[in-house]
T-cell receptor, first 114, second 112 residues
């Protein structure tokens, strides 16, 4: 069974530029999460989807961040415009309806904003 | 709010040494507790979990016991290998919720 897939793995951009990250969850997993992991810290939840619906986006900085999961499968997280403080690893995770307490993580996208 | 505090690193050990990483939590009710591991260049992997008091999670020689009385979930391994070098994260999932709260992570380096 394939795991959570993310792309790109690395991205370097200049500040004020837009950037997008893509995630494909484990097949059949209806819950999808986006996390941000700053250097030397644990991941922090940005947004959680149940199928197409964003059920928890309370930690998403909505002035510059947006996310979508149009068909309830893969998802895109966007930042526009990026700031220096957005440099971090962006992690996607998914879980199934049968085992909601166990999340499976992708390898992450390491974003560097110059 | 619910939170996790884990031992600061970095931790450097010799092969076959005993490893303990302390983790304590603050939560209402009975959260589920987890240890995740992040190997260099890879994503987080679930190492083990426990969902109720006195449960012991185990995997790959690692163990952790859910201690309600001390609000702890310490990770232990009796004999570490170089391949255990990684960052270890303690996390909790509040009862009835899905939001994982992670500790800051502990970097473990095992020398041959």
């Amino acid at each position: 069974e394939a795991g959570v897939v993310q792309s790109p793995r690395y991205k370097i951009i200049e500040k004020k530029q837009p950037v997008a990250f893509w995630c494909n969850p484990i097949s059949g997993h209806n819950t999808l999460y986006w996390y941000r992991q700053n250097l030397g810290q644990g991941p922090e939840l940005l947004i959680r989807y149940e199928n197409e619906e964003a059920v928890d986006d309370s930690q998403l900085p909505k002035d510059r961040f947006s996310a979508e999961r149009l068909k309830g499968v893969d998802s895109t997280l966007k930042i526009q415009p990026a700031e220096l403080g957005d440099s971090a690893v962006y992690l996607c995770a998914s879980s199934s309806a049968l085992r909601t307490d166990t999340q499976y993580f992708g390898p992450g996208t390491r974003l560097t904003v110059l | 709010g619910d939170s996790v505090t884990q031992m600061e690193g970095p931790v450097t050990l010799s092969e076959e040494a005993f490893l303990t990483i302390n983790c304590t939590y603050t939560a209402t009710g009975y959260p589920s507790l987890f240890w995740y591991v992040q190997y260099p260049g890879e994503g987080l992997q679930l190492l083990l979990k426990a969902t109720k008091a006195d449960d012991k999670g185990s995997n790959k020689g690692f163990e952790a016991t859910y201690r309600k009385e001390t609000t702890s979930f310490h990770l232990e391994k009796g004999s570490v290998q170089v391949s255990d070098s990684a960052v270890y994260f303690c996390a909790l999932n509040p009862a009835g919720d899905y939001k994982l709260s992670f500790g800051a992570g502990t970097t473990v380096t095992v020398r041959a």
